[in-house]
């Protein structure tokens, strides 16, 4: 009797302990995640350091197979492919769907505005944060931002740039519809290329200069081999946000305790990716200074200039979008707020001293 009942209990411990097995497998969530950045590009790494991240900190519940940008599908799918579902999740620059709403390109990056500790401050703690949430959430995506960049490198070609008035009736590779308007303003002209087809457009004189991305990126992405000039600062971005797209579904089948690991990750990978780039940033200019490229620097009045011109091009496009006008709004509202502290602190402040801004009232007329 007594061996019958040990092994009757010790029966009964095995199958719990298989069923807790069992549950706990069928716990785990298997993701397939993309990118619209392809491998030989640096900015990928942001999109993986987070991977790595979550399969560490979530890897009891949630496993994300990654795969770099145009493995599964071009780069320009991943949207639709996130939002119905047909993949869980994407890394992006928001700034490409800016066709779909054009609140998603200050979402991504500004014109001589923002830097990236501005975006840093604005999304943890002055409300970017829920606008990311929101813009995304009207195509059934949640979207976690995990990316910072600051200014980018400038424009980068075999044709000098000393000044603006060098703009003028120049073919010029640039990315997002506000920096295309200014550059327009500024006498330019807009051509739009994936990043990498810079590299070549540039080596071929389909265009006169052109821009991609940091210098750390830039760098490795062999422009100092195709360009002889470097015209800096990067007023046309002047920071860039990232981040990952998740199918809303996707999102609502895991627990609390698993999405809120999700945005740690995001938040750790945000602080990471700031550092990282500037580290990769200023490495590279030695680089580029080494292969012989010559930089050019914009003058004090030449971005002045460009500050008035994107001030105008900031509360045009405001007025054609509510969803634009509410993130311009919240933006400028925040380095109004913002320059209550920043101002006294200068120079040792954090963010740019500005004393002129798009028009706070006439932007919110436009709401």
């Known amino acids: 009797m007594k061996k019958t009942t040990k092994f009757a209990l010790t029966g009964l411990a095995a199958g719990v302990a298989f069923a807790a097995f069992a549950t706990t497998a069928q716990a785990q969530e298997e993701w397939t995640m993309t990118s619209t950045w392809p491998e030989n590009l640096d900015l990928i790494k942001i999109d993986q350091h987070w991977v790595e991240l979550v399969n560490k900190l979530a890897g009891e519940e949630l496993q994300i197979n990654f795969r770099a940008g145009g493995t599964l599908m071009p780069g320009t799918e991943v949207f639709d492919a996130t939002e119905t579902g047909s993949i869980e999740a994407a890394g992006d620059w928001p700034g490409y769907w800016a066709g779909l709403n054009p609140a998603f390109s200050p979402l991504a990056t500004t014109t001589s505005l923002f830097n990236g500790v501005d975006y840093l401050n604005w999304i943890q703690q002055w409300g970017g944060r829920e606008l990311y949430e929101e813009i995304y959430g009207q195509f059934n995506m949640v979207y976690l931002p995990y990316g910072i960049t600051n200014n980018e490198s400038g424009f980068m070609g075999r044709t000098p740039i000393e000044s603006i008035a060098d703009l003028?009736?120049?073919?010029?590779?640039?990315?997002?519809?506000?920096?295309?308007?200014?550059?327009?303003?500024?006498?330019?002209?807009?051509?739009?290329?994936?990043?990498?087809?810079?590299?070549?457009?540039?080596?071929?004189?389909?265009?006169?200069?052109?821009?991609?991305?940091?210098?750390?990126?830039?760098?490795?992405?062999?422009?100092?081999?195709?360009?002889?000039?470097?015209?800096?600062?990067?007023?046309?971005?002047?920071?860039?946000?990232?981040?990952?797209?998740?199918?809303?579904?996707?999102?609502?089948?895991?627990?609390?305790?698993?999405?809120?690991?999700?945005?740690?990750?995001?938040?750790?990978?945000?602080?990471?990716?700031?550092?990282?780039?500037?580290?990769?940033?200023?490495?590279?200019?030695?680089?580029?200074?080494?292969?012989?490229?010559?930089?050019?620097?914009?003058?004090?009045?030449?971005?002045?200039?460009?500050?008035?011109?994107?001030?105008?091009?900031?509360?045009?496009?405001?007025?054609?979008?509510?969803?634009?006008?509410?993130?311009?709004?919240?933006?400028?509202?925040?380095?109004?707020?913002?320059?209550?502290?920043?101002?006294?602190?200068?120079?040792?402040?954090?963010?740019?001293?500005m004393d002129n801004l798009p028009s706070l009232e006439e932007i919110e007329v436009c709401l």
């Open 168 to 353: 003028e009736g120049k073919r010029l590779r640039l990315s997002g519809r506000d920096q295309g308007r200014v550059l327009e303003e500024l006498g330019g002209s807009q051509v739009t290329l994936a990043g990498g087809e810079v590299y070549q457009a540039i080596e071929r004189g389909v265009i006169d200069a052109g821009e991609f991305s940091t210098p750390g990126v830039d760098f490795n992405a062999g422009f100092a081999e195709v360009a002889d000039y470097w015209a800096t600062p990067g007023w046309h971005q002047s920071a860039s946000v990232f981040g990952v797209m998740i199918n809303k579904d996707a999102w609502d089948a895991l627990s609390e305790e698993t999405q809120e690991t999700l945005r740690i990750a995001a938040d750790a990978t945000m602080a990471w990716s700031l550092a990282w780039s500037e580290r990769q940033s200023t490495e590279a200019t030695q680089k580029f200074i080494d292969a012989g490229v010559t930089i050019n620097q914009f003058s004090e009045e030449d971005l002045a200039r460009i500050q008035e011109v994107t001030n105008d091009v900031i509360l045009r496009g405001a007025c054609e979008d509510p969803d634009h006008a509410k993130v311009y709004q919240s933006m400028i509202a925040y380095l109004e707020h913002y320059a209550t502290w920043r101002d006294v602190s200068a120079p040792y402040n954090m963010s740019r001293v």
